[in-house]
């Protein structure tokens, strides 16, 4: 049934967005139109109308998370700077423990997927401070605002239908989802779409669980790299073909960077 949805969900990432770009709109004058609507189509793309319709009852337009995604700011910020901010001391003994605590985890992730615990532990880290704070906003109210709204909504309806996949799946319920303002899950912040195509269920309780499961965080983040192309047994220094796998994890070099040194810190 799971591959049979992930068939299915490969297809809807291909045809959704044009068949929603124009019911889009800039305000919450429409919004509950738009829900509506997709409610009513939303077998079109592989989902189950009652559960999309049960997950989405009590979802409102946020005001908030428009105003967040209108006033991003691109950092610009050196490496120096950014790795200053970003990254101390603790950080890295904590990252160091953490390796210790979880050893026996991380070797077998290795094994499986060639993937060293550095690389995990640091962008653990960076993400949300080993767990400590991944996000608190209701992931399905974000994903449907930002699906509506016209800036981004090809990009975000296909997000929304990824996060209502999680759902379907009954790997999380709706009310378990939360998040940062624009839909990132778990404690390595996965978006949705990338959570139905790289989570696994590494501790075998039956659910992908990147808020609460460690194992499953740090199998499905080595999965993650491992999919888009990850060395085993190579280095991951600026010109290796393992940075470039980093640079598809997020696409702001001075986080790369941040990745890369972080992790060579941790290994010490």
Do not use: H
């Not at 738009?34 to 999309?52: E, T």
């Not at 009954?170 to 998040?179: F, L, N, S, T, V």
């Not at 959570?195 to 999965?223: F, M």
């Amino acid at each position: 049934m799971r591959l049979l949805s992930a068939i299915v969900f490969g297809f809807v990432l291909l045809s959704a967005p044009s068949a929603w770009s124009a019911s889009c709109g800039n305000g919450p004058g429409g919004f509950e139109a738009w829900k509506k609507s997709f409610i009513a189509n939303s077998q079109s793309y592989g989902l189950n109308q009652r559960v999309v319709e049960s997950s989405l009852k009590n979802v409102k337009y946020s005001k908030k998370v428009v105003s967040l995604d209108r006033n991003q700011k691109s950092f610009k910020l050196s490496f120096n700077q950014f790795y200053a901010k970003r990254v101390n001391n603790a950080m890295i003994r904590r990252g160091k423990q953490l390796g210790k605590t979880y050893a026996r985890i991380f070797r077998g992730i290795e094994k499986k997927y060639g993937v060293p615990a550095p690389i995990i532990l640091s962008i653990w880290g960076l993400e949300t401070n080993y767990g400590s704070f991944s996000g608190n906003m209701p992931v399905l109210q974000s994903l449907a605002t930002l699906a509506y709204d016209c800036r981004r909504s090809d990009f975000f309806t296909a997000e929304l239908i990824a996060a209502l996949t999680i759902v379907q799946s009954r790997d999380m319920q709706p009310a378990e989802m939360k998040g940062a303002w624009a839909g990132e899950l778990g404690q390595t912040q996965f978006l949705a779409t990338s959570y139905v195509r790289y989570a696994v269920d590494y501790d075998r309780d039956g659910r992908k669980d990147l808020i609460r499961s460690i194992p499953d965080v740090l199998a499905s983040t080595a999965n993650y790299l491992a999919q888009k192309g990850w060395r085993r047994g190579q280095g991951w220094g600026p010109g290796t073909a393992n940075y470039n796998v980093l640079k598809q994890w997020n696409k702001a070099s001075v986080y790369v960077e941040t990745i890369s040194v972080m992790a060579g810190q941790i290994s010490e």
